[in-house]
């Protein structure tokens, strides 16, 4: 069976359909594993949420979907980051809302744990050294782990003297299962952070034991016009341009 692995649509619709069109063209899933933040930044909260439950799925709570919803507040998030949260919770219904306070901390599929954050934090952390990795192996018992948040696709692998790598995931990359124990980051969907500005996600095929890391191109144009309209902060406009 096949699962399309995303993370961080954050209200970015061109790039969650073009991400779903493309997963199409590959031969389609069985089921959407969505690593959280759904929503933030973007300006289609209601879209993305309402095409995201279209699909048969599992999704995971992300700190802007908390965030957007009052479970947590914006003292942490920068200004610009908590303008465009302030401003999605506008934009949210009802039944919205009570989907995403229904969303998961922690969430397990075949030998993965799925978060957002990390296995350690599931909202705040990032996974981004192997030094943090390194300590997070400890927080979950599976043999595989996929996190979002980050916005940055990252394989982390720990051997069974406990040393721990990270390599970059590339795309067009198949990363073949063996003993060792993995993190994996799929990358942003709707704010890539690498330096490319594709929409990034990945396939797990349980029958391979394998992950396939893709990128795929989407009209930022359209996207960045819509944040214009609603007057979201120019940075957050401008970093689609740039992946970062």
Known sequence: MRYAIIADIHANLAAFTAVLDDIERRGGVEEVWCLGDVVGYGPDPHQCIELL???????VAGNHD???IGKIDTSDFNPDAATACHWTAQQLTPEDIQYLDSLPLVVQRDDFTLVHGSPRNPI????LSTSSAEQ?????????????????????ECSDTGACLVSEFPADTILKFAKNRLIINPGGVGQPRDGDPRASYAIYDS????????????????????????????RLIMRLSYGM
């Not at 705040?124 to 996974?127: A, G, P």
């Not at 599976?142 to 916005?151: D, E, K, N, R, T």
């Open 66 to 68: 908390w965030a957007a």
């Open 124 to 127: 705040w952390e990032y996974l």
């Open 136 to 156: 997070n192996f400890a927080y979950f018992q599976s043999q595989f782990c996929l996190v979002g948040h980050s916005h940055v696709p990252l394989v982390f």
């Open 207 to 234: 029958e391979a034991r394998s992950v396939a890391h893709y990128r795929v191109p989407y009209d930022i144009g359209a996207t960045q016009a819509r944040m214009v309209e609603y007057r979201l902060p120019v």
């Open 53 to 59: 439950c279209q699909y048969k799925h599992v999704c």
